[in-house]
């Protein structure tokens, strides 16, 4: 099972960020042989065109992020992928507290009350902050 993050690079030090919304870095856990891997957002999905479907074949089950915009949220269970709230800015503890089932679930209120999307969504009638 592999678990994706939205990554931001601070000077030399990457950190998890706020949500993929204008993010160009995910890092990518590999729970079974505890590998991580770099890797552009640009190139998630642009294969097959298909985010969900790309995200199934390359084995990522789970999304951790500090804030997700609730229609993220939506799509991302809509397509079988567990979501969770970050803990911290920090990549490792993030990844340790997942693999210790230490990491709360995000939920529709928690991304209504902390969503990062940039503009106005018809679809949940807010208007939100990036």
Not at 34 to 50: F, L
Request: charged share 15%.
């Amino acid at each position: 099972m592999k678990i994706i993050l939205p990554v931001i690079e601070n000077g030399f030090q990457k950190q998890v960020a706020r949500s993929f919304h204008n993010t160009e870095l995910a890092c990518i856990y590999n729970c079974t042989n505890q590998t991580v891997e770099w890797v552009s957002t640009k190139d998630v999905g642009a294969k097959s065109g298909d985010l969900a479907e790309e995200l199934r074949c390359i084995g990522i089950r789970a999304v951790i992020s500090t804030q997700m915009p609730l229609m993220a949220l939506g799509f991302f269970v809509e397509s079988g992928l567990s979501v969770y709230r970050a803990a911290s800015e920090s990549i490792e503890e993030n990844i340790l507290l997942f693999t210790a089932n230490q990491l709360e679930p995000m939920t529709p209120i928690l991304a209504s009350v902390s969503s990062a999307c940039s503009g106005s969504c018809s679809a949940c009638k807010t208007t939100c902050n990036s």
